[in-house]
């Protein structure tokens, strides 16, 4: 999201050099959506990674769809969710040429929609599927409840919803649980949260217990942040959004730190201002 007009507005060269860069330290799954950059970003990325050399079978692609989004490349009056099976359908052969490739490794509904109709999702899923176009299906930033209703008709592989130290609302209200209890895995978006976005009585108090921790683990605040969510028991992969190439390398060796069963609670205890219950 953050490659193309609505982030660093990177040329085709500085793409294929951030695509090099990713599979060098290891990143080898990009995420997008076909709404980023007002449906511009898929078709740029897709430049960048035919000159980039990359092999498609060594990365994995994801995209999102279902959101009719408002710009001057799409004709709409209002923001809304379309998950009819001619547009879901259309939607992902769009994204398909946009990428340059002939197939996606993962299918996300991009919002749940009031209006969904779970029987039309799975038969545009099935044609999805047995075309060769799509791999996994999954969605993002639905409920438990939602994830029911699409699951009976479907297998549903993901769910990328916001998680993070500061807005671990999904690790309460079973959304964790549930993803944990039927083999969904859960996709964090935004998994620094709003540590570096905000200077708050909370920010403040995780700062000063992260940085009691740094010495102890040798790492940075990020990466106690990444190995924080990465230690839940549901598997958490975060979907990492800076352009940094440093940070992008360090995300990566977080993977390798394992906090202590207290240091974790430590964290938590600096976040929520209170001991757990």
């Known amino acids: 999201m953050t490659w193309g007009v609505w982030g660093k507005q990177f040329s085709t060269s500085e793409m294929d050099a951030m695509i090099q860069h990713c599979l060098s330290v290891g990143i080898t799954t990009f995420d997008h959506a076909d709404i980023y950059g007002g449906y511009t970003t898929e078709a740029e990325f897709g430049k960048a990674f035919t000159t980039s050399g990359a092999k498609r079978e060594d990365i994995q692609l994801i995209s999102k769809c279902g959101i009719q989004y408002m710009s001057d490349n799409r004709n709409n009056k209002v923001k809304h969710y379309d ?17 340059q490739t002939e197939y996606l490794d993962l299918l996300l509904l991009h919002r749940p929609s009031p209006l969904m109709q779970p029987n039309e999702i799975a038969e545009a899923i099935s044609i999805l599927k047995k075309q060769g176009k799509i791999i996994d299906f999954g969605v993002s930033n639905f409920t438990p409840s939602q994830m029911d209703m699409i699951g009976l008709r479907m297998d549903v592989d993901v769910n990328q919803i916001e998680f993070s130290l ?11 649980d549930y993803m944990l209890t039927n083999g969904v895995q859960p996709m964090a978006w935004s ?3 709003l540590v570096f976005k905000e200077d708050t009585e909370q920010t403040r108090r995780i700062h000063k217990q992260l940085g009691a921790l740094m010495g ?26 800076t352009t940094n190439k440093e940070r992008l390398q360090q995300a990566m060796e977080a993977t390798r730190i394992e906090l202590e069963l207290e240091d974790w609670f430590l964290i938590l205890v600096a976040a929520q201002g209170h001991k757990v219950p």
């Open 191 to 193: 998994p620094l949260g």
């Open 216 to 241: 102890k683990y040798n790492t940075t605040e990020d990466q106690l942040l990444l190995a924080w969510l990465l230690k839940h028991p549901s598997n958490i992969t975060p979907v990492v959004g």
């Open 83 to 99: 998950y009819c099976k001619d547009y879901i359908i259309w939607s992902v052969e769009e994204s398909l040429k946009h990428l």
């Open 166 to 176: 500061t807005a671990h609302q999904a690790m309460h209200d079973g959304t964790l």
